[in-house]
């Protein structure tokens, strides 16, 4: 079984759980509002609330909100390196990701 199909066994037992647990209405509502946004309003609400509060997103909403913003302008090399800093900020669990987008970043600015 794969990391992804587990996590997400453990997010349906969290929701449907015993004594009615369910994810917090905020998270649902991001998850839900950030995966139909164009790059442009996620990297918008990304700058509005970090310039408010840098800490006010958790990390998997920050890595959630870049990765579909990358995976929407795959070639823009900018976006791939603050993507790349933001990963940097949270400790060595995505040093590795963070250097791949970086590489990617390099590699489209060579190609130019």
């Known amino acids: 079984m794969s990391d992804l ?3 997400a066994r453990d997010l349906g037992r969290a929701v449907d759980g015993p004594a009615g647990g369910r994810m917090p209405e905020a998270a649902r509502a991001y998850v839900e509002k950030i995966t139909f946004a ?3 309003d996620i990297l918008t609400a990304l700058r509005e609330v970090l310039a408010e509060d840098w800490m006010a997103l958790p990390p998997w909403a920050r890595n959630l909100a870049y990765r579909l913003a990358c995976l929407q302008r795959p070639d823009d090399a900018g976006l791939l390196r603050e993507a790349a800093a933001d990963l ?5 669990d995505w040093d590795d990701a963070a250097d791949a987008l970086r590489q990617r970043a390099e590699d489209l600015e060579r190609r130019k």
């Open 5 to 7: 199909t587990s996590a």
């Open 38 to 40: 164009s790059a442009d």
């Open 88 to 92: 940097l900020c949270f400790g060595p």
